[in-house]
């Protein structure tokens, strides 16, 4: 158990729709980051945030959106659903890093989207 | 443009025997890279790191290599056991304005073979 919380654990809707995916970090992280996982690929970062920040942003599309609250949980917002956002999504947390080595990442079950 | 392939799906491997990942790179700005391991239903675990400036990094049976002239590293592990069965992902981590972003490969899918 990584300690990160990722609800729910699958996720059915129909396209055109708009699902909200949620990230509880592990205790004491600051920094949480979205990974999607689509059929027979790597995991492709989608964001970072940091104390409630925005800090680094990856192959997000403009559809999907996210935001840290002030108890740190995350919340991944993807709306206009397609049929290729069907994947599962990761969340992981770290410490941030310190200046030198990156962190290491913690990562959450993942939460199963099927767009039909 | 995938900066991080994993270029065998899939590896079967006797059990006690040496099992050899491989991950290749283009990208000479990573300065860290990481394998990670991933059983079903649950998120991928760290395993081991490497940075950029060394060659070799070895924890228990578990060592990974580094050669930065082919941009190519692997992950070796040392005597393979049928609970080391998972996929195994390949990471890059790529300073960015004050934070990491990693970069992973496709995946291997190692199987043991008691």
């Known amino acids: 158990d990584s300690g990160v919380t990722q609800t729910p654990k699958h996720l059915i809707t129909a396209t055109g729709q708009r699902v909200t995916l949620r990230c509880s970090p592990r205790?004491?992280?600051?920094?949480v980051y979205w990974y999607q996982q689509s059929l027979d690929q790597g995991l492709q970062f989608l964001i970072q945030?940091?104390?409630?920040?925005?800090?680094a942003k990856g192959n997000i599309l403009e559809r999907f959106s996210a935001q840290q609250f002030p108890d740190l949980h995350s919340e991944l917002n993807l709306s206009s659903l397609e049929l290729g956002d069907s994947a599962l999504y990761f969340c992981?947390?770290?410490?941030?890093?310190?200046?030198?080595?990156?962190?290491?990442?913690?990562f959450g079950p993942g939460t199963r989207l099927t767009v039909l | 443009d995938q900066q991080v392939k994993q270029n065998s799906p899939s590896l079967s491997v006797q059990e006690g025997r040496i099992s050899i990942l491989n991950c290749d790179y283009t990208?000479?700005?990573?300065?860290?890279f990481l394998w990670y391991k991933k059983y079903p239903a649950e998120g991928p675990t760290f395993l081991i790191s490497?940075?950029?400036?060394?060659d070799k990094n070895e924890d228990g049976r578990f060592t990974v290599f580094l050669n930065k002239s082919a941009k190519h590293l692997s992950l070796h592990i040392v005597p393979s056991q049928p609970g080391d069965s998972a996929v195994y992902f390949c990471?890059?981590?790529?300073?960015?304005?004050?934070?990491?972003?990693?970069?992973f490969g496709t995946g291997t899918r190692l199987k043991v073979l008691a």
């Open positions: 992981a947390s770290s410490n941030f890093f310190s200046g030198g080595a990156p962190d290491t990442q913690y």
């Open positions: 205790s004491g992280d600051l920094s």
């Open positions: 945030y940091y104390n409630g920040e925005e800090r």
């Open positions: 990208n000479s700005m990573f300065d860290y």
């Open positions: 490497i940075s950029s400036i060394k």
């Open positions: 990471a890059a981590s790529q300073p960015t304005s004050g934070t990491y972003k990693y970069i």
